[in-house]
């Protein structure tokens, strides 16, 4: 029985190890605290966006009627000026604001959907891009490599997943 046992300790200890080295969704998520200070960052659109402007932005960031905003960190910015070329490099963030419209002009923020490059082999398939989506305060309410942002923004792949660039 008790063989049994630290056989059974054994095989969960192992299963635990694989599970954990094998997805690399576990890898550890971008905290709130790295993109936080946003505002500071460079300003990636001269003007305020709204309107349709790729012709696929459907349900997405509070549709065509809302106003948004988007930033991007030291790290991102040579390749979101145009100054040097697509893929952005490991550790870019993108943050964008979405804000709703009210009667017209800009209302309150919905959300914030950031980018973060991570590690090379993160998710091969789409650029190696973390997804996340926040609540309204900036807290984060999904990350991870999230379907239903991959999805669409995979129309964007050659200029590696993005669709706005600081020459637009
Ligand atoms: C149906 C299409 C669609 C979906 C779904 C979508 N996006 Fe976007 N996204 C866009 C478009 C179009 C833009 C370009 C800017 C604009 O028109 O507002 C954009 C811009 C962005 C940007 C700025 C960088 C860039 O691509 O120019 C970020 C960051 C972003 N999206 C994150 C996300 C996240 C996170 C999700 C999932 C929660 C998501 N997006 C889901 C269409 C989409």
């Known amino acids: 029985m008790k063989k049994l046992f630290i056989a059974l300790f054994i095989f969960v200890i192992i299963s635990t190890v694989i599970y954990a080295g094998g997805n690399s969704e576990d890898a550890t998520p971008t905290q709130t605290s790295e993109f936080i200070n946003y505002s500071s960052w460079a300003k990636v659109n001269a003007e305020t966006i709204t309107g349709d402007v790729t012709g696929v932005l459907g349900a997405a960031h509070e549709r065509s009627k809302g106003f948004r905003e988007i930033y991007v960190n030291e790290i991102g910015l040579p390749v979101e000026s145009g100054e ?38 993160y998710s091969p398939d789409y650029g190696d891009w973390e997804y996340i989506i926040t609540k309204p305060d900036g807290a984060i309410a999904q990350q991870g490599t999230l379907s239903v942002c991959i999805k669409c923004h995979a129309r964007g792949e050659d200029k590696d997943y993005t669709f706005i660039n600081s020459s637009m």
Do not use: C, Q, W
């Open 84 to 121: 040097e070329d697509y893929p952005f490099p490991e550790g870019t963030i993108i943050v964008k604001e979405s804000f709703k419209n009210d009667k017209g002009s800009k209302g309150a923020l919905s959300n914030l959907t950031v980018m973060v490059k991570r590690e090379s082999g």
